[in-house]
């Protein structure tokens, strides 16, 4: 039967990037058939470039290595390369494949802020991510009715300042504030900003 083997038990790769997992066959008399089987949370899925060709390439006798054009989240698992000839088929080790990525990481300073009438307040927001944020936003969720937060006396709160600052501040600005991040991985909310305005002194 042919000799089958990937040459590493594990590879890395960013979220996004292709990656082409090796796979070395010998066989005599000469293999007729590649095929490639993922593993993931206990199920086992064989992966067919010539039904997903966008998403796969290789996994043929002339290229027996499985190249996958972009990585996400869902392509993490183990990988086993199988080979069949007029003998049999042999069967590689499992290479896990580690997709290094994740949706954004948000945070706040603080979960609850109190202002008077007229004055002015900055919500702080810090967002992070691999892949890079591509878009941030703020919604405000008044009265159990949810919209995005965008006024006249609200600035920032976007990519190049995640932070909501409202100016001129009035009663109808009380709310709850969640600060929002995107990337290709998918959105991540804050924890809930509390914001009371209340009366003049």
Known sequence: TPSVSIPQSTYNVSFGDPITIPCNVTAVPTATNVSWVKTSNG???RLDP????SKYSGSTVSNPSLTISSTN???????VCSASN???TGSSNAAFLDVIGDVPAVSVSQTSYSIFVGSSVTLNCFVSGNPAVSFVFWTVTRN???QNAQDGRYSNGDINNPSLTINNARQSDT????CKAQNSA???DSSPISLTVS???
Request: charged content about 10%.
């Open 43 to 45: 199920v086992s899925v």
């Open 50 to 53: 010539a039904t997903q060709p």
């Open 73 to 79: 989240l869902t392509d993490e698992g183990n990988y």
């Open 86 to 88: 007029t003998v049999g």
């Open 144 to 146: 159990g009715f949810t």
């Open 175 to 178: 709310g709850v504030f969640i």
């Open 186 to 188: 998918g959105t991540t």
């Open 199 to 201: 009366g003049s002194k």
